[in-house]
């Protein structure tokens, strides 16, 4: 026979029972919360996270944000893809295959067009004067990147056709070392590489980009991460902008800042940031369908194994 159990100990025990069975404070305080996991270069985003801003205007929201840096455009979204990442930069090409291989792209901001940024350099003793002159010659480029796609349209403005180009496809790192040994007779290439060879190697602008191509710079996600965390990606592009209105506004200063961060000589940095153009917005359609444009020449060119739709990647709310 078992002995009552007394009105004070039942009522202890019940509390015990209602204390385990309903979650404490402590348990609901560690509940998941929404984190940015951001790939970045070194670039905008890597001066945005030593600024500490988006910390700051995130919190308030119960987001946090987690960064790692990476070498290249293709690396971030090949992150991206496996669900490692969340927000990153890169050019205009690498998405663009990205999405071909059936990647969860989406985007989310770009920067204004930048056409001076990038430019078809020669020799500073080289005899070619004219795009013309290049019928032919070795021209060292990173393929399927966005001075392929800017060595095409140029011929093309020239009324020149594409067989002429005799493309010599290198990673800048091999394409310089080409460049100056005289193995190439021409080289493709963007800033910080751009000025870097006109400061050390003396060599020559034939052409940019302007009048031919924009030359952007893009901010992606995935359309996943789109959907339901699109108050944290607009914070993040307001964020960048304002880097953008500092930066025009404050050019020697940002000249010293990715001076550091890249490990090149200031003045190297200064050619970059003076001829470099400012604003970073949200995307829109008129935005992607430049990068539309890309996409079908890459594809005539077979440098993608089928046609993209560019829109699939816009998101949710692109104007």
């Given amino acids: ?6 009105t004070p100990r039942r009522r202890l025990i019940q509390g ?3 204390a385990v069975a309903l979650p ?14 951001i790939g970045n270069q070194k670039g905008y985003l890597t001066l945005l996270k030593g600024r500490g801003t988006l910390e700051k205007r995130l919190a308030p929201l119960g987001a946090s944000v987690k960064w790692t840096e990476f070498t290249a455009g293709p690396v971030q979204l090949e992150a991206l893809n496996v669900g490692s990442i969340d927000f990153g930069d890169v050019g205009e090409a690498p998405p ?4 071909a291989a059936g990647a969860p792209l989406a985007y989310v901001g770009a920067t204004v ?4 940024s990038e430019a078809v350099l020669v020799p500073k003793g080289s005899a070619i004067k004219t795009v013309a002159d290049l019928r032919g010659k070795k021209i060292a480029l ?3 990147s966005n001075v392929h796609y800017f060595i095409v349209k ?6 020149l056709p594409y067989s002429e180009l005799n493309l010599v496809y290198l990673p800048p790192a091999d394409a310089r070392a080409a460049f100056e040994k005289g193995s190439v007779d021409a080289w493709v290439i963007w800033d910080p590489f751009l000025a870097a060879a006109e400061n050390t190697l003396g060599a020559r602008v034939l052409a940019d980009a302007t009048g031919v191509v924009g030359n952007r710079a893009y901010y992606f996600s995935s359309l996943d991460y789109v959907a339901k965390n699109a108050d944290v990606l607009a914070i993040a592009i307001d964020e960048l902008a304002k880097i953008d209105v500092w930066g025009e506004a ?12 890249w490990g090149l000589p200031k003045p190297v940095a200064e050619l970059s940031v003076n001829r470099g153009a400012y604003g970073t917005a949200p995307i829109t359609k008129a935005i992607l369908a430049e990068q539309q444009q890309i996409a079908d020449t890459f594809f005539a060119l077979k440098l993608i194994p089928k046609k993209i739709n560019v829109l699939e990647a816009a998101g949710a709310g692109v104007a």
């Fill in 24 to 37: 404490s404070f402590a348990a609901l305080a560690q509940a998941p919360a929404r984190q940015l996991r």
């Fill in 1 to 6: 026979m078992t002995s009552p159990i007394s």
């Fill in 250 to 261: 404050n050019k020697d200063a940002l000249a010293g800042e990715l001076a550091t961060l």
């Fill in 96 to 99: 663009i295959f990205a999405q």
């Fill in 154 to 159: 140029l011929f093309e403005k020239h009324g």
């Fill in 142 to 144: 990173n393929k399927g």
């Fill in 16 to 18: 015990v029972a209602a």
């Fill in 113 to 116: 067009q930048r056409p001076r």
